[in-house]
């Protein structure tokens, strides 16, 4: 189900139907803006003479903290071949 306005007492709703549910909030501030050197390496990549598939075997890496499945890649670089003609 899906709602475009917010649900009232959707918290107590959801811990009755799922006793062990957990209210996860995220304080932007702990974040913080990007770091200068993450910016600087993010376009050095971007820069770099990668082919686009290494390129996004290191996004992939970075997101997930593992590689990608080699049938994931293969799909990437597939659809990749298809943009390009």
Do not use: I
Request: aromatic share 6%; net charge negative.
């Amino acid at each position: 189900m899906v709602h475009d306005e917010p649900v009232p007492d959707l918290a107590r709703k959801v811990r009755q139907q799922l006793g062990n549910a957990l209210v996860v909030r995220l304080e932007p501030a702990v974040l913080g803006p990007p770091r200068e050197a993450d910016v600087a390496e993010d376009m050095a990549r971007a820069l770099s003479r990668k082919r686009p598939v290494e390129m996004y075997r290191d996004f992939h890496e970075r997101q997930y903290q593992r590689l990608p499945e080699a049938a994931v890649e293969e799909a990437f670089q597939k659809l990749y071949e298809e943009c390009e003609d």
